[in-house]
């Protein structure tokens, strides 16, 4: 789980969990932001991944 | 004379419902521990949640090799990382008790740790805010 994707996953999670759960107040809405959000981080970080490697390599 | 009632939840509160702790009280808790602002609010579900995730991320950071920082003025960088860690008082005080988070520079993971003991502290200041605005019934419970 010390891979940089295995980090990235853990932060991701840790992060929707937290924000879906504080703005929204019934279960299924924050499990639903918390996925946008988890979702939202990972291919974010995958985008900006790939510009970066393109752009830079 | 009676003053006109406030809108907002507050107003909404019956006389059987139970006396909660104050603003200040429920940010000072939050501080202390993360998620002792819901409990003291009446919202033990989402405290739980917040106890678990916040002080998970802050013991990841630390496993990770992250370093719990020294609140240095003359470095603005070091002082706000510092700050962030602060803000979950408990798990920072065992952890420096305990001779923790001295900061392993050569671990491929230092900076993923010191990533996660700062957002832990950052996220735990808006669990604290949350808390304080549903003190204060600037939010509906």
Redesign the interface.
């Known amino acids: 789980m010390?891979t940089h994707l295995g980090?990235m996953l853990?932060?991701a999670a840790?992060?929707a969990?937290?924000f879906g759960?504080?703005l929204r107040d019934d279960t299924p809405s924050q499990v639903r932001l918390g996925l946008r959000i988890f979702l939202g981080l990972v291919i974010g970080a995958y985008v900006v991944g790939w510009i970066m490697y393109v752009a830079f390599a | 004379m009676t003053a006109p009632a406030r809108s907002g939840a507050r107003a909404d509160r019956s006389p059987a419902a139970p006396a909660r702790p104050g603003p200040a009280a429920t940010v000072v808790a939050a501080w202390l521990v993360p998620g002792a602002g819901h409990v003291l609010q009446g919202q033990s579900r989402k405290a739980a949640v917040f106890a678990v995730t916040l002080v998970a991320m802050f013991v990841l950071g630390l496993a990770f090799g992250g370093r719990l920082f020294a609140l240095q003025p003359g470095d603005p960088l070091v002082f706000l990382a510092a700050l962030a860690e602060w803000a979950v008082l408990a798990p920072r005080g065992v952890a420096m008790l305990a001779g923790a988070g001295r900061g392993d520079v050569v671990a491929i993971t230092y900076e993923y740790g010191n990533a996660f003991l700062i957002a832990s502290g950052l996220l735990n200041m808006l669990v604290a805010l949350d808390a304080r605005d549903l003190a204060s019934g600037r939010k509906a419970r």
């Open positions: 010390t980090v853990l932060y840790a992060i969990v937290v759960t504080l």
